[in-house]
């Protein structure tokens, strides 16, 4: 699944298995000198969510001292499954669930154990890491959601108490303000420490290379602003 071990940019990366509740899931890890925190890369549906977009923020975020576990929710069987029906691909109850499993993993995890724990998603996935973030408000310091479907976590958005950042298409008018509203009722103290961010983009945040160039530099920023180890 994962298919580079490196990239252009030296980021090493390795095939690890990780845990996600009952599951053991691919993941690819990669853990640059200091990484002064680690970000949980979730991928949901390969069928919406392209794996190349998640390689360059990989690259991206290791650049700014910050590890990375990037990790397809889905097994092949249920990526099958949801290529015919479209079951998973929505299913932010199963999602959310294999995140915080996967986070769970990363605490006990030797390598790991010691990082502070970011997660980013986009779409449905964006929404499962903000539902994962107000189940288990512990496991998480900060959230960067891309283009989220934020209507499908709106129950939870009251419990989400991490640093929030929300990347939206600047010409996208009612995603600007369903990201806004989600903010309000979001109960984090500190205005700083939420922020909606309006990209340039006639095409959505991961297929156009101006946007997605812009999305790694902010996700890298908001997470070096916000992850610190754990001494």
Same mark, same amino acid.
């Given at each position: 699944?994962?298919?580079s071990?490196?990239?252009?940019?030296?980021?090493?990366a390795?095939?690890?298995?990780?845990?996600?509740?009952?599951?053991?899931?691919?993941?690819?890890?990669?853990?640059?000198? &200091?990484?002064?925190?680690?970000?949980?890369?979730?991928?949901?549906?390969?069928?919406i969510e392209p794996?190349?977009s998640?390689s360059?923020?990989?690259?991206?975020?290791?650049?700014?001292?910050?590890?990375?576990?990037?990790?397809?929710?889905?097994?092949?069987?249920?990526?099958?499954l949801d290529?015919?029906t479209? =079951?998973?691909? =929505? &299913?932010?109850?199963?999602?959310y669930?294999?995140?915080?499993?996967?986070s769970?993993?990363?605490?006990?995890?030797?390598?790991?154990? &010691?990082?502070?724990?970011?997660?980013?998603?986009?779409?449905?996935?964006?929404?499962?890491?903000?539902?994962?973030?107000?189940?288990r408000?512990?496991?998480?310091?900060?959230?960067?959601?891309?283009?989220?479907r934020?209507d499908?976590?709106?129950?939870?958005?009251?419990?989400?108490?991490?640093?929030?950042?929300?990347?939206?298409r600047d &010409?996208?008018?009612?995603?600007?303000?369903?990201?806004?509203?989600a903010?309000?009722?979001?109960?984090i103290?500190?205005?700083?420490?939420?922020?909606?961010?309006?990209?340039?983009?006639?095409?959505?945040?991961?297929?156009a290379?101006d946007?997605?160039?812009?999305?790694?530099?902010?996700t890298?920023?908001?997470?070096?602003?916000?992850?610190?180890?754990?001494?």
């Open positions: 699944m994962m298919e071990p490196s990239s252009e940019r030296g980021r090493q390795r095939l690890v298995q990780v845990a996600a509740g009952a599951l053991e899931l691919a993941g690819e890890l990669s853990i640059p000198q &200091n990484a002064r925190g680690i970000v949980l890369l979730a991928q949901g549906s390969k069928h794996l190349s998640y360059l923020l990989a690259d991206a975020l290791y650049e700014a001292e910050l590890a990375t576990l990037l990790v397809h929710l889905l097994t092949e069987d249920e990526e099958q290529g015919e479209q =079951f998973f691909r =929505f &299913n932010v109850s199963i999602l669930q294999r995140i915080i499993g996967i769970k993993w990363l605490t006990v995890n030797l390598e790991t154990q &010691n990082l502070t724990i970011g997660y980013f998603g986009s779409g449905a996935t964006g929404a499962a890491a903000l539902i994962a973030a107000a189940e408000p512990d496991l998480v310091y900060a959230i960067v959601v891309g283009e989220g934020i499908l976590a709106r129950p939870y958005l009251t419990r989400v108490a991490a640093p929030t950042l929300l990347m939206v &010409n996208d008018s009612a995603a600007q303000q369903m990201n806004r509203e903010l309000q009722n979001m109960p103290a500190s205005e700083t420490n939420k922020k909606v961010e309006s990209i340039a983009s006639s095409a959505g945040l991961f297929e290379s946007a997605l160039k812009q999305v790694a530099e902010l890298s920023q908001w997470f070096a602003q916000h992850l610190e180890p754990i001494v």
